[in-house]
């Protein structure tokens, strides 16, 4: 399905407030009359092959997409994301294909295109799930990773490669007369295209930002040398370098202080001195689309699934909302939710438990056997306290965002409780959906606790009796507690928005550029 196309008055509306809004002003002062190069595992858009052998299109997916589309609302934007299938990989080489399947005019979809053996090797062997589950600390370091000739193969003819031609496919999309271009680059299949972007193009202006955590350097160690020096100096080939963070900003710093002794890092001006260049670090914490969130958290179809739930749901209603793998750590939730009905026995035949749960990289033999033992969990638990029929856990297998917004808007407690997390924009979007007052319980370990630390209940996220015990405090929190927290929680993330997460970025771009031009007695000081 393609991207909707506005009504003409809709769109002169649009236009008009967004013409005066700090996101496009922070747009326009970065690229003047350029398109933005944007890059992404992810794209605007995604192709299958009919059985007559056509292509069918369809809008891109995940959470990245759904961030990165906002920037389109206010440049021009020329999108590149990884060839995925073989339907892509046809559709890479038809720019008219592209171009037909994006009614929006704002952006222009591209392909970066490798054989399928490299794909797999650089998605497949390397970025899922090396580099994620290294990010998530999610390794059992005594056993596993075991890195051996198979993965440096994967490494350097399948990461390395697909980064090859991410850049390749930007510079394939730089004007000729286009002295300074404008690229941002998103996420961790991408930590070297930038390097060999800015071997071509040194007067580039380059981005990179990290969706996922990054931990610790002792944790990168357990990493071939040439793997975590190539990252490093990968990402420093950037002009500035985003995290979600100042704590994983600050983790950047480090390592790269730790692996690349030869690096200048002021960990006062959060700067990287490299090569001749300064590299600025900052965090940039991601947020969500309040108005679009909650336009979907009203719409007919989440009205029609709440009052479905509602219906079948006992008095209180405890929610979860995931994908469907390790680091969000579901079984800990179950279990502490089955030890808070063993302690508290009132409890019980009072609370039912909704957990939505979209599937995820199930080519992955992890997140299969993770996905059997969330299943296994909630079945022990309906077996221990279902009663009169009424199971006391219901799982929806489903990735409907819809019905996942009206669970949220009928949740008494909201529980996010992940290992680790590099945001987690369901306990923002909980903020700004619910209507029962909701009380967030949140892992201390997620991105998202660092701006909503002073509403929400904290957890450790292998504390079973605590989460067990904040549960409870949730469920049994007077009604005027619960809606302080959520008025300031809710404020919050209205005020730190998508809009927000964008703009600081442009700008900091934007000041970079200007800093390059300004004369050489202007540019003494430090940047900000």
């Not at 987690?424 to 949140?442: F, G, P, Q």
């Not at 927290?485 to 703009?503: K, M, N």
Request: net charge positive; hydrophobic share 45%; glycine share 6%.
């Amino acid at each position: 399905m393609a991207l909707p196309a506005r009504g003409v008055t809709e769109h002169a509306e649009h236009a008009a407030t967004r013409a005066v809004s700090p996101l496009h002003a922070a747009a326009q002062r970065l690229l003047g009359s350029r398109r933005l190069i944007l890059a992404a595992n992810r794209g605007p858009v995604s192709f299958s092959a009919l059985a007559d052998g056509t292509l069918r299109h369809r809008r891109g997916s995940g959470g990245v997409v759904t961030a990165l589309s906002q920037v389109s609302e206010h440049v021009p934007v020329t999108w590149i994301a990884s060839a995925m299938s073989d339907a892509d990989r046809r559709a890479a080489t038809d720019p008219k294909t592209l171009d037909a399947a994006m009614q929006h005019g704002g952006v222009r979809a591209r392909f970066a295109s490798v054989p399928r053996n490299v794909f797999e090797g650089a998605y497949n062997v390397i970025a899922n799930p090396l580099l994620w589950f290294l990010q998530h600390e999610m390794w059992n370091l005594p056993e596993r990773p075991m890195i051996d000739a198979a993965t440096m193969r994967a490494w350097r003819e399948g990461y390395v490669a697909l980064n090859r031609a991410f850049a390749d496919a930007v510079l394939a999309e730089v004007p000729r007369n286009d002295r300074s271009p404008r690229v941002m680059l998103h996420d961790y299949h991408l930590y070297l295209a930038a390097e060999r972007i800015r071997e071509a193009r040194p007067d580039a202006l380059i981005s990179h930002f990290t969706h996922i955590p990054w931990p610790s350097s002792s944790l990168w160690q357990v990493m071939p040398p040439v793997i975590r020096e190539e990252i490093c100096s990968g990402m420093l080939a950037n002009d500035v370098v985003g995290f979600q963070t100042r704590r994983y900003a600050h983790n950047f710093l480090r390592s790269v202080e730790t692996f690349l002794p030869e690096a200048g890092v002021d960990y006062r001006s959060r700067a990287v001195h490299w090569r001749g260049r300064t590299v600025l670090v900052r965090s940039y914490p991601i947020s969500i689309d309040v108005g679009a969130t909650r336009r979907i958290a009203a719409s007919r179809a989440a009205r029609r699934r709440a009052q479905e739930m509602l219906d079948h749901a006992a008095e209180k209603i405890v929610v979860r909302v995931d994908r469907l793998e390790p680091s969000k750590n579901i079984i800990r939730g179950f279990a502490a939710f089955e030890s808070l009905l063993e302690r508290r026995p009132s409890l019980r035949n009072k609370v039912t438990f909704l957990a939505f749960l979209v599937p995820s990289r199930t080519s992955i033999r992890e997140y299969r056997d993770y996905g059997r033992k969330v299943n296994d969990a909630a079945e022990r638990i309906n077996a221990r306290f279902a009663h009169a029929g009424r199971q006391v856990v219901r799982i929806y297998y489903d990735n409907d965002y819809a019905q996942a917004l009206a669970g949220l808007t009928i949740a008494d407690v909201v529980l996010v409780n992940p290992l680790i997390d590099g945001m987690n924009l369901v306990a923002k979007e909980a903020a700004v959906v619910s209507e029962r007052d909701a009380v967030i319980v949140l892992s201390e370990t997620a991105g998202a606790y660092d701006q909503m630390a002073d509403g929400v209940l904290p957890v450790a996220p292998a504390d079973l009796l605590g989460t067990a015990e904040a549960i409870w405090s949730g469920l049994t929190m007077p009604v005027a507690e619960r809606r302080a927290r959520l008025v300031r929680l809710r404020a919050g993330v209205e005020r730190e928005d998508i809009s927000w997460w964008l703009r600081r970025q442009l700008e900091d771009l934007a000041d970079v550029a200007e800093f390059r031009q300004a004369p050489a007695s202007a540019t003494a000081g430090q940047l900000r």
